[in-house]
């Protein structure tokens, strides 16, 4: 059960806020990004609905609430969206919140061109917040990466793969407007405290040994398999860690994943 905040740790905090100078806050801080955000009604109204609980849940898991990062994993097999937190001087993060993906859409395996209706699996950062969303507020994926490009169908890959409110997708990972809300001044915090990059994995499922067996042998696609199997060892990896590898993509598209220190 999460600790409450009392009002004299509030207090506490404000005042430690308040102790920052004015040139580490330019320095470390995105003030624009967060104006522009905070002037969409949309956004502002979340912020004042969610942002006491949200300081309460990183007090929690004793994680600081001017100086954190965060990281995404999302399981679609389970419906499963994690959030992961940390403080910006360690590398190791602790799970936060976990929401449930209202409704996914397609089947197990990556996504590969456009209208195939599937939701992407792979290694993503959110390079977009949408205030004006039709799905009340929205995050955007780099969808396609780089293993999309060399993977898919060329220049029809499809895109628009967002973490949205509501309870509709054809691709994307919807988690209910009210659910949304919190999320997004979550992120839109991390990005204003610098962490420019949050970054999103997104698995067919939880890829412990049973389960990968399991999609293998249901799917008996030798391509699948070998593309889940370097996703298992990024799930195994984090497992393991909870902190993130260093990752790059060859020229046929495949992940590899490495130790970060």
């Not at 967060?34 to 109204?45: T, Y």
């Not at 389970?78 to 590398?91: A, F, G, I, S």
């Not at 290694?123 to 993977?151: T, W």
């Not at 060892?233 to 902190?243: A, Q």
């Amino acid at each position: 059960m999460l600790r409450k905040v009392n009002t004299l740790s509030i207090l506490l905090l404000s005042i430690l806020m308040l102790s920052f100078t004015k040139t580490e806050k330019t320095k470390d801080t995105d003030e624009g990004f967060r104006k522009i955000q905070l002037n969409n009604s949309r956004v502002q109204n979340a912020f004042d609905e969610s942002i006491d609980s949200i300081n309460n849940w990183l007090l929690a898991k004793n994680i600081s609430i001017i100086n954190y990062e965060i990281l995404i994993r999302a399981f679609k097999k389970e419906e499963q969206l994690e959030v992961w937190v940390k403080n910006k001087e360690v590398d190791t993060f602790s799970l936060l919140k976990t929401y449930k993906i209202c409704l996914t859409s397609g089947f197990l395996g990556p996504k590969r061109k456009q209208g195939d209706k599937q939701i992407p699996e792979g290694v993503y950062y959110i390079n977009e917040f949408n205030p004006n969303s039709n799905y009340h507020l929205s995050m955007g994926l780099n969808y396609p990466n780089k293993a999309d490009s060399i993977l898919g169908f060329w220049g029809n890959w499809g895109g628009d793969i967002y973490i949205h409110g509501g309870c509709e997708s054809i691709g994307c990972l919807p988690i209910t407007t009210r659910k949304i809300k919190g999320l997004y001044v979550l992120a839109m915090q991390a990005r204003y405290f610098g962490q420019t990059r949050i970054p999103v994995q997104i698995f067919p499922c939880k890829l412990t040994k049973g389960n990968y067996k399991t999609i293998t042998q249901a799917y008996n696609n030798p391509q699948l398999s070998k593309f889940w199997g370097s996703l298992r060892s990024l799930y195994d990896y984090f497992e393991r860690t909870h902190t993130i590898p260093i990752m790059k993509i060859d020229i046929d598209g495949k992940y590899y994943f490495f130790a970060n220190k």
